[in-house]
């Protein structure tokens, strides 16, 4: 298995621009999210899923968009890129949404840098 | 609510001496405690996990937590610090049931000096 995988590794954007950062899983997963990790900030809940069609808001979604019409793939959008969205970005997933007991498995990230 | 206080931004400690980072917590309900490890570049790595079974937790690389109700604290331990554990490291709390939401601390810092 390769485990939940994401790209780009980077990506260096303009203020306004749009951009779709890709992530996926193939351990058959029903629970999907996105973090942000910013310095001293911890890891911060953008968006999650809990099964194909199915998506919510986190602590952070402002500025981004998720849709999951399958269970492998979770894309995050960004509308309209600005400065305040340069972070680092990590996907994860795990096999049940609604039991805490399950090992969340992370995605190696995407470095996004907003000019 | 749930939330999760890393008590150090940063650790410091020499090669071979004991390892401790300090992680409280707050949750309304029975909560899931777990650590995660970043190495630098990296993305995130499940070192243990507290599930109610045991409140002292084993985990990978010889660390070790011990889950105090009282306390409501979860400590990460190590006997003996290795170079290879310099990384930072993340306290997690899950209220369980129907919220399966994480929470992550803020991170601490651990540097190992030779």
């Known amino acids: 298995n390769a485990g939940v995988t994401q790209t780009p590794k980077f990506q260096v954007l303009k203020t306004g621009q749009s951009m779709t950062l890709q992530c996926a899983q193939d351990m058959n997963h029903e629970y999907m999210s996105w973090y942000r990790q910013d310095p001293g900030m911890g890891l911060r809940l953008i968006h999650y899923s809990v099964g194909a069609g199915i998506t919510d808001q986190g602590e952070v979604p402002n500025g981004y968009n998720v849709s999951r019409s399958t269970t492998e793939d979770f894309p995050l959008r960004l509308l309209s890129a600005a400065p305040s969205q340069t972070s680092v970005y990590f996907c994860a997933s795990r096999q049940r949404p609604s039991s805490a007991y399950n090992e969340q498995f992370f995605g190696p990230g995407t470095r996004l840098t907003v000019l | 609510a749930q939330s999760v206080t890393q008590l150090d931004s940063h650790v410091s400690v020499s090669e071979g001496t004991p390892v401790l980072l300090r992680c409280n917590y707050s949750?309304?309900?029975?909560?899931?405690l777990f650590w995660y490890v970043q190495h630098p570049n990296k993305g995130l790595q499940l070192l243990l996990k507290y599930t109610s079974a045991a409140t002292l937790v084993k985990g990978i690389n010889g660390f070790e937590a011990e889950f105090k109700k009282s306390e409501t604290s979860f400590h990460l331990t190590k006997p003996s610090a290795h170079m290879s554990d310099a990384a930072e490291y993340f306290c997690v709390v899950s209220e369980g049931g129907s919220n399966y939401k994480l929470t992550f601390g803020k991170g601490t810092l651990l540097t190992v000096n030779p």
């Open positions: 949750s309304s309900y029975s909560p899931s």
